[in-house]
T-cell receptor
Framework: DAMVIQNPRYQVTQFGKPVTLSCSQT?????MYWYQQKSSQAPKLLFH???????NEADTPDNFQSRRPNTSFCFLDIRSPGLGDAAMYLCATSSRQGLNTEAFFGQGTRLTVV | AQSVSQHNHHVILSEAASLELGCNYS??????LFWYVQYPGQHLQLLLKYFSGDPLVKGIKGFEAEFIKSKFSFNLRKPSVQWSDTAEYFC???????????FGAGTILRVKS
């Protein structure tokens, strides 16, 4: 009964080779988020969607893109992964924007760049 | 810039010891406050949350947290920890209308049996 599902759990990619991480949700939530969590650091928001409206954080590198083809799915595309992009990538959802709502997280995808 | 500080990165306790994990945030506006737990190999799970009202909130598994607005703090407590509480704990603050969760760096708790 997983509600936010990320695939794959572990991803190894080559330096500079595009990679896509996927996230799906069964909660029918309007908002989907992507966070990056490097070792021993706090999760950091990359961007989020409210329905189809895309909101990029100011300091998210251009190398990171996202797609949300429908309510259930959201993808994180890394166009040219560098060694510094190795991290855990967390997908989360919430029912709406604004305060007084909580986020539900997937198990994450651990990305290794070789 | 808004930030969330967790005071200890590693905590080691014996079973039945009391736990208090500190969390402070720097944001003057309306906030929602959360504690998440991440057990080894698992996803982030919500322990408890504060939106408004009683500043002492109770969560799952015997955890509680107290919001002290004047101190910009939201410390997590548990009177008696168990071995199964071994995990990483993250404090998070929702700001800017709630669309952004800002996390602390996390505290790794190890409980010795």
């Amino acid at each position: 009964d997983a509600m936010v599902i990320q695939n794959p759990r572990y991803q190894v990619t080559q330096f500079g080779k595009p990679v896509t991480l996927s996230c799906s949700q069964t909660l029918n939530h309007n908002v989907m988020y992507w966070y990056q969590q490097k070792s021993s650091q706090a999760p950091k928001l990359l961007f989020h969607y409210y329905d189809k409206d895309f909101n990029n954080e100011a300091d998210t590198p251009d190398n990171f893109q996202s797609r949300r083809p429908n309510t259930s799915f959201c993808f994180l595309d890394i166009r040219s992964p560098g060694l510094g992009d190795a991290a855990m990538y967390l997908c989360a959802t919430s029912s709406r924007q604004g305060l007084n709502t909580e986020a539900f997280f997937g198990q994450g995808t651990r990305l290794t760049v070789v | 810039a808004q930030s969330v500080s967790q005071h200890n990165h590693h905590v080691i306790l014996s079973e039945a010891a009391s736990l208090e994990l500190g969390c402070n945030y720097s944001y003057g506006g309306t906030v929602n406050l959360f504690w998440y737990v991440q057990y080894p190999g698992q996803h982030l799970q919500l322990l408890l949350k504060y939106f408004s009202g009683d500043p002492l909130v109770k969560g799952i598994k015997g955890f509680e947290a107290e919001f002290i607005k004047s101190k910009f703090s939201f410390n997590l407590r548990k009177p008696s920890v168990q071995w199964s509480d071994t995990a990483e704990y993250f404090c998070a603050v929702a700001i800017l209308g709630g669309n952004k969760l800002v996390f602390g760096a996390g505290t790794i708790l190890r409980v010795k049996s």
